[in-house]
């Protein structure tokens, strides 16, 4: 039983175009992130919802949106893909609204590549 | 502002030596100190967490960390590593605000 999934593993892409990733958990969790991390495997917070709302947005081109249509999903639409996007996308997810001090579990990541 | 600064950036040990991963941190509270890791092609897995009482805690696969105040430091510690340990191990400090923020990561290569 996958705990954080998402979808697709792999995404490659050419500048310009608009895509999504998908991120579902099965934990029950009310709080989910997600993080990029670059080619040299520095991961930084993206953004974090509790319950289906905002909670961090740090500082992120706006053309980054994330949707939450409920607790158990946060999907990530990028828009007009540069190729400084390219990246591993991760989501994760903690129990309450101090993520800081829950466990935050982790999926197994998107490969994004822009071409 | 915070921060954290793993010193290493790849480490190599032979199978059955012990291991030492470094992790220094700056934050103006009582931090809240992680060690995760990371298998290839694999996302984050939480080894071991410190958030206050016992400054030695244990965690899975016969990992722990000494959290020192005085030196500002989490390291992880194994006694004796495994072929399987090979990854990347990120330390994290996680502050009031409800986020985490990563070390740069500490490859770890194990020889047989």
């Not at chain 1, 040299?40 to 919802?49: A, G, Q, R, T, V």
């Not at chain 1, 997810?93 to 982790?106: A, E, I, K, M």
């Not at chain 2, 410190?50 to 510690?77: C, M, P």
């Amino acid at each position: 039983d996958t705990a954080v999934s998402q979808t697709p593993k792999y995404l490659v892409t050419q500048m310009g175009n608009d895509k999504s990733i998908k991120c579902e958990q099965n934990l029950g969790h009310d709080t989910m992130y997600w993080y990029k991390q670059d080619s040299k495997k520095f991961l930084k917070i993206m953004f974090s919802y509790n319950n289906k709302e905002l909670i961090i947005n740090e500082t992120v081109p706006n053309r980054f949106s994330p949707k939450s249509p409920d607790k158990a999903h946060l999907n990530l639409h990028i828009n007009s893909l540069e190729l400084g996007d390219s990246a591993v996308y991760f989501c994760a997810s903690s129990l309450g609204t101090s993520g800081s001090t829950d466990t935050q579990y982790f999926g197994p990541g998107t490969r994004l590549t822009v071409l | 502002a915070q921060s954290v600064t793993q010193p290493d950036i790849h480490i190599t040990v032979s199978e059955g030596a012990s291991l030492e991963l470094r992790c220094n941190y700056s934050y103006g509270a009582t931090p809240y100190l992680f060690w995760y890791v990371q298998s290839p092609g694999q996302g984050l897995q939480l080894l071991l967490k410190y958030f206050s009482g016992d400054t030695l805690v244990q965690g899975i696969k016969g990992f722990e960390a000494e959290f020192k105040r005085s030196q500002s430091s989490f390291n992880l510690r194994k006694p004796s590593v495994h072929w399987s340990d090979a990854a990347e191990y990120f330390c994290a400090v996680g502050t009031h605000t409800d986020k985490l923020i990563f070390g740069t990561g500490t490859r770890l290569q194990v020889f047989p």
